[in-house]
């Protein structure tokens, strides 16, 4: 009886407030007379193709959400509810506008149905635009929700998409970080792309946001913000290549390196690498002796590493950066013709680094490889090497 009480006073305040035409009070009536959730449907749906109810249609949607969110506390059944919140939203969204964006916030909290809490969260997302209050709840839900992931507690994945799709739409710079942290916690590679791929839609100064976090964010927060920058379509060549520079520096500087900057030293190597940023000259040499290092404490675990440190080298080196692997590739030599053994994997990319660096000073080197028993693909590079040296 109370709740009967309350749909009747529910329909009269929005008669009342709302209802500024005859035909919203007459699908408004309709709705509250019908008997059953399907019915209502039914009317939800006619309403879409109503072009008599011009803007007031907003308001008959936010009705039946109103009334969804009622309903959804004392039912079992949520097949047609179902039904009423998604044509309700498809309204909404066709107006493009929503009276109190609130409600669809209360309503996706309270709806226990995770693919209709997604499209509650996504229509909230566009419709909310410039709310403060919308945005920075959406933002601390999601904080709550990474917070929850991070103690290895069980999340719906769906909702998290949703929120992060709301967000993007939303478009409001408040939201980085948490989007960042999405990036660190470790969570599905497609929900860390869809992460990234929101932070390089949204229009705010994504360089400048991730600079601050590469220079000032603890060593996962750096990492992952580097992780954005390689997965950014919307960064330029010159910020891609001032942030990896940024990056590789200041993990080449820092005093106790853990596992976040070691991989975030080794995705800036990947990156200024394609990019052939020359500016990195000094650092690539840096690097390279720090993996050398390390491939001489364990060969077979760093190999693969020194390689890449030789190609980043022979990417955006200078003649100090041929003098660095001329004078590997003299090593090798020797030991060569001392003992016959030679890694080709290494032997083969340091005289192909040398080759596009092209400068004169690693002739004798590379004169020398090409006379050796080598394979025949080393030598073959050597002599190619020595044909693009500048004189």
């Not at 404490?297 to 080196?317: H, K, M, P, T």
Request: glycine letters at 6%; proline letters at 2%.
């Amino acid at each position: 009886m109370c709740k009967k009480i309350c749909i009747i006073l529910m329909i009269f305040i929005a008669v009342a407030v709302f209802g500024d035409t005859e035909v919203l009070q007459a699908y408004l009536q309709d709705f509250y007379e019908m008997e059953g959730n399907a019915g209502k449907v039914n009317i939800l749906r006619r309403s879409l193709s109503d072009s008599t109810l011009n803007e007031s249609a907003a308001e008959l949607y936010e009705y039946a959400l109103q009334y969804a969110l009622e309903d959804c506390i004392n039912t079992d059944n949520y097949y047609d509810l179902n039904n009423i919140i998604l044509t309700s939203l498809n309204g909404l969204r066709r107006t493009d506008s929503i009276e109190n964006p609130g409600l669809l916030w209360e309503l996706f909290l309270e709806y226990p149905v995770p693919e209709i809490k997604a499209e509650i969260i996504i229509t909230l997302g566009r419709l909310g635009k410039g709310n403060k209050e919308i945005i920075e709840e959406i933002n601390e839900y999601l904080k709550d929700i990474n917070s929850i992931f991070y103690l290895g507690e069980t999340i719906d994945y769906i909702t998290v998409s949703a929120v992060i799709t709301a967000l993007m739409e939303l478009d409001d710079s408040s939201s980085y970080p948490v989007l960042l942290d999405v990036l660190r916690a470790g969570y599905p590679e497609v929900l860390a792309s869809e992460a990234s791929g929101a932070l390089d839609l949204m229009s705010r100064d994504l360089y400048q946001f991730l600079w601050e976090v590469i220079k000032e964010g603890l060593p996962q927060d750096k990492s992952a913000a580097f992780r954005a920058v390689i997965n950014s379509g919307r960064l330029s060549i010159a910020e891609r290549g001032e942030l990896a520079e940024l990056a590789l520096r200041l993990s080449l500087e820092a005093e106790n390196e853990n596992v976040f900057l070691t991989t975030l030293r080794y995705d800036a190597v990947t990156e200024l690498t394609a990019l052939g940023w020359t500016r990195a000259n000094a650092l690539a040499i840096r690097h390279f002796y720090i993996t050398l290092a390390d491939f001489h404490r364990d060969s077979v675990f760093y190999r693969r590493r020194f390689i890449e440190a030789i190609d980043f080298l022979g990417a955006v080196g200078n003649s100090e950066a041929a003098l660095v692997l001329g004078l590997q590739l003299g090593l090798i030599n020797d030991r060569k013709e001392r003992t016959g053994y030679f890694d080709s994997g290494i032997t083969l990319a340091i005289v192909q680094a040398l080759g596009r660096i092209g400068d004169s000073a690693a002739f004798n080197n590379l004169l020398r490889a090409s006379a050796l028993s080598y394979n025949e693909n080393i030598t073959s590079a050597a002599r190619e090497a020595m044909d693009r040296l500048k004189w």
